[in-house]
């Protein structure tokens, strides 16, 4: 893709649904960073969901700076933006290869929102030097579909949240009251580009749509909503991941004391009977144990 084209999409930006319009080539955005590239960690990642995983791990790439900045973010310190190292989109097509050669199975850009212009510089530089692991794009999910158009092509497997239907919630957690509308409207655009899942060998996925659901505390009715939304729409077409993991720091949680607890066991098994009872074949569950700060990785800048 030509790159002056994708330099011209920081400066005046409307990659996420902020829509902030500034020019990031000169001053942060509401995302916190500028067009600079910045990255705390790339390594292999062995808890994604299994197809994504698998036995050899993700590569990894932790991106900073966020455009939604939940007030829960168990990723808080890189989302805010204090810690990351610069790079460039040539040493970031390194990483990709270097992942490459520790046997990831694929490539997993965590919180890619506000860098695609130069994630797309990035994987044009690798693919012409032979390139060819499949490319995950995991989200919060509040892309503008515009940003979503540029990356088809580039993308083989989504990996959206859904993170709220109550615009309430939105408001209170993300200051995203409109985050349902977008979401969905996302999901649409990233089913559009690369459809049914397909496997591979070893039960790995190599193309198509998994939509993530962090239960919250005391959400149980959100979550059934968003659980009927995704398969009346979709079917068994996208797979869902049915999350537990909830982790509460409190240090964060001062002024949301209802956050301020771990999903409880019987809260969780309402929402995955609810999917069972809806008839939702393809999905992810968690047992016990996915549950603290242990889950959250060093953000050491290995592999940067």
Known sequence: MDSDFLSSQYKNCRLCHRLCGIDRTSTAGRCGMTSQIFAARAALHYWEEPCISGECGSGTVFFSGCSLGCVYCQNHNIALGKTGRAIDA???AEIFFELCEKGAANINLVTPTHYIPSIIQALDLARSAGFRLPVVYNTGNYETVDALKLLDGYVDIYLPDFKYWSLERAKR???APDYAEHAIKNIKEMFR???EPVFAEHSLIK???IVRHLMLPGSLSDSKR???YLYKTYGNSVYLSIMNQFTPLSE???NFPELNRT???????KLIDYAIALGVENAYIQEGGTVGESFIPSFDYEGI
Not at 263 to 268: F, H, I, L, P, R
């Open 263 to 269: 999903v409880t066991e019987k809260e969780y098994n």
């Open 252 to 254: 964060q949680l001062t």
């Open 90 to 92: 040539g040493r970031l």
């Open 173 to 175: 957690y993300s200051g």
């Open 226 to 228: 968003i659980i009927e």
């Open 207 to 209: 193309r198509g749509v």
């Open 193 to 195: 580009q690369v459809g």
